[in-house]
């Protein structure tokens, strides 16, 4: 999918790869350690496939999804998110939307609705956009392209922990499962693949806490723009 890029008026770091492998936890403490903002796409495409089940849009209807995206008022106000002024924060992390999140994804109409929002994002003083295509395909221009990997068990694992912290009911097996069925669709779509860009600096956090993913984070962001890591750091 490539488009007419306008100029981003920030600089922007992506973090993609597969769910569970510790990427919207970093996004985040890098983002508070930088000062920058941070965008959760993972949390876009749960928001469609959020309201097309409750709206009854087929799951492969990629007009109807297209329409539907481009329609909705998604909105992020702190910890939370927004779906047309409803607080859907809970609503989206259910096992169940991450599997309509990644049917969805796979829409292209759906992708290019949700490609605008996500350029529109940036915004000084920098952006850490985490999700499947941010260095590929949303931002190719980007400073520093991240992506995480981890082996689907350690990623299952986590996962589960995650869920069973929020009072979610999970079974590990069971998401062991479906998000190897959620990655291989992620991974093999034709529109927008979750593949790791070319030029994007691999970390393997299988056997890393999230301490240390960070601190390989940031020497790589002291590489490119050393001014935006603080002394402190
Ligand atoms: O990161 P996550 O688990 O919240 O993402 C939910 C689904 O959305 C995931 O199956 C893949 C899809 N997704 C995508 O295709 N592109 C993105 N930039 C972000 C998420």
């Known amino acids: 999918m490539s488009r007419n890029s306008d100029p981003i008026e920030?600089?922007?770091?992506?973090?993609?790869?597969?769910?569970?492998?510790?990427?919207?936890?970093?996004?985040?403490?890098?983002?508070?350690?930088?000062?920058?903002?941070?965008?959760?796409?993972?949390?876009?495409?749960?928001c469609v496939g959020l309201a097309a089940v409750q709206r009854?849009?087929?799951?492969?209807?990629?007009a109807a999804l297209g329409a539907l995206a481009l329609g909705l008022g998604i909105r992020f106000a702190d910890t939370r998110v927004l779906l047309d002024d409803r607080d859907v924060s809970g609503d989206i992390r259910t096992a169940a939307a991450g599997e309509h999140a990644s049917r969805v994804a796979a829409s292209?109409?759906?992708?290019?609705?949700?490609?605008?929002?996500?350029?529109?994002?940036?915004?000084?003083?920098?952006?850490?956009?985490?999700?499947?295509?941010?260095?590929?395909?949303v931002f190719p221009e980007a400073l520093l392209k991240l992506y995480l990997d981890a082996s689907p068990w350690v990623r299952a694992?986590?996962?589960y922990n995650q869920l069973k912290e929020k009072g979610m009911d999970a079974n590990l097996r069971d998401l062991a499962r479906d998000l190897e069925e959620r990655?291989?669709?992620?991974?093999?779509?034709?529109?927008?693949?979750?593949?790791p860009a070319a030029d994007a600096v691999v970390i393997d956090t299988s056997n890393l806490g999230i301490d240390a993913v960070l601190a390989r984070v940031v020497a790589q962001v002291r590489?490119?723009?050393?001014?935006?890591?603080?002394?402190?750091?």
């Open 10 to 46: 920030a600089p922007v770091i992506t973090i993609d790869g597969p769910s569970g492998t510790g990427k919207g936890t970093i996004a985040e403490r890098l983002a508070a350690l930088l000062g920058w903002h941070v965008l959760d796409t993972g949390a876009l495409y749960r």
């Open 56 to 62: 009854a849009v087929p799951l492969d209807d990629d």
């Open 108 to 137: 292209p109409a759906v992708r290019r609705a949700l490609w605008r929002l996500q350029r529109d994002a940036v915004r000084p003083p920098g952006l850490i956009a985490d999700g499947r295509d941010m260095g590929t395909v």
């Open 157 to 159: 694992e986590r996962r």
């Open 183 to 195: 990655d291989r669709r992620d991974r093999e779509r034709a529109v927008s693949p979750s593949v």
């Open 223 to 233: 590489q490119v723009l050393p001014a935006a890591v603080p002394d402190s750091v």
